[in-house]
Structure formats: C-alpha cells, structure tokens
C-alpha cells in the first residue's frame, strides 16, 4: 500500500465550477500537509500549505485537513482554465533541516473555456 | 532573483553512457533534494544533502550518484547501471523553519536514452 493515494485524473470541468481534489494517507504521524500545482513540463510550486487538521483559505483556494479520515482535499471555487495543471498533495511528519516529503502520484485538471 | 536553476532543459543519452545534470541554487539553503519523476507515479526521491560534503541515498538510489562540494550546487550523475534512466528530473531546495519545511522545485531536466 502506498503512503499517500492520490486519483491521477484526468478530471475535466467546465470553466467556473467547483473543483475538488483529494488525497488519501495510511501514516498517522503526517502532520504538514501540502499542495503543489505543476504546469506541463515545469516544476512544481507550493499551492497551500495546512499544519494539523482543520481549513485554509486563500483566496480561490481552500485546503482541509480530516486526520481522523486521513483525508485531505483542495477545493478551488470559480475554476479558470489557467488553473489546468497537474496537482500533487505531499505530506510530512515532522519539520527538521530534512525532512522526507511524501508525495500523491498527481491529478492532472483540465478546465475547459 | 532567487532560485533554482537547472539545466540542461532536455538531455538525451545513449544506452551506456554517463550523464550528469546540474542544479544549481541562490537561495541559500542548507538541503538539496532529487527527485524522479515518471508519469502515474509521482515524485521518488532519489538523493538529499543537509550539509556540504554529506548525502544520503533516498528510496531510488541504485544507478545514480551525487556530490556536494558546494552549498549552491548538488549535481547528479545518471550512470550506466540505471537501467531505466528516461524520465523527467526534479532538483528541490529547502531551509526549515519552525512552521515549515517547504521544499522548492527547479524548472526540471527530462532525460530520454536513444
């Protein structure tokens, strides 16, 4: 079983719908969770970032953190078609200098005009 | 402007063949990270450096190697024995900080074996 579960997609939406993209993790030490977005043939950027359980907003982005389920998700309201990336949740225990990022396999989002 | 830089953009190798691909940072953080990624599976971590002059193999390690003789600069050396070296490869930085540990990406290098 892997770490982190994440379903690849594609997932294909009409421009200024609701999306909501989730992970799923069997390690109940994960404490710092984030989300990355990755452009085509780019590297990834940090999204949102949430310690612990509970929401995050920012903007058109809400991150929530269920660690009772071990289940988090992204939702991003009025969805634009420069929002079609590849999103990656990835998850951690603990902060030190180093400290192993636990990565979903990425859901790729196509919002259509 | 600080970042990371990585190059080159594209690389093709023969069967064979060494090949090193460069990272390069001015962010001036103390860990250095590579890492694979293949379509459907995520990002693997291959190699990470906390510290000038010590590494540690991550979960991929067989076939690749690396060096840190600088604090900018972590290069890494896909050598002949990786026996599937195509994909697209991702160098990360991080400096912890009490509340976080977020790790920043370079722009990638994708390699492909002719």
């Known amino acids: 079983q892997k770490e982190v579960e994440q379903d690849p997609g594609p997932l294909s939406v009409p421009e200024g719908a609701i999306v909501s993209l989730n992970c799923t993790y069997s390690?109940?030490?994960?404490?710092?969770f984030m989300w990355y977005r990755q452009y085509s043939r780019k590297g990834p950027e940090l999204l949102m970032y949430?310690?612990?359980?509970g929401n995050k907003e920012d903007g058109r982005f809400t991150a929530q953190v269920d660690k009772s389920s071990k289940y988090i998700s992204l939702f991003i309201r009025d969805s634009q078609p420069s929002d079609s990336a590849t999103y990656l949740c990835?998850?951690?225990?603990?902060?030190?200098?180093?400290?192993?990022?636990?990565f979903g396999s990425g859901t790729k989002l196509n919002v259509k005009p | 402007d600080g970042g990371i830089t990585q190059s080159p953009k594209y690389l093709f190798r023969k069967e064979g063949q060494n090949v090193t691909l460069s990272c390069e940072q001015n962010?001036?953080?103390?860990?250095m990270y590579w890492y694979r990624q293949d379509p459907g599976q995520g990002l693997r971590l291959i190699y990470y450096?906390?510290?000038?002059?010590?590494?540690q193999k991550g979960d991929i390690a067989e076939g690749y190697s690396v060096s840190r003789e600088k604090k900018e600069s972590f290069p890494l050396t896909v050598t002949s024995a990786q026996k599937n070296p195509t994909a697209f490869y991702l160098c990360?930085?991080?400096?912890?900080?009490?509340?976080?540990?977020?790790?920043?990406f370079g722009p990638g290098t994708r390699l492909t074996v002719l």
């Open positions: 949430t310690y612990s359980s």
């Open positions: 990835a998850m951690s225990a603990e902060v030190y200098s180093f400290n192993k990022f636990y």
């Open positions: 390690n109940s030490a994960f404490q710092y």
């Open positions: 990360a930085s991080s400096m912890a900080r009490i509340d976080l540990n977020e790790q920043f």
């Open positions: 962010l001036n953080h103390d860990a």
């Open positions: 450096s906390q510290i000038v002059n010590d590494f």
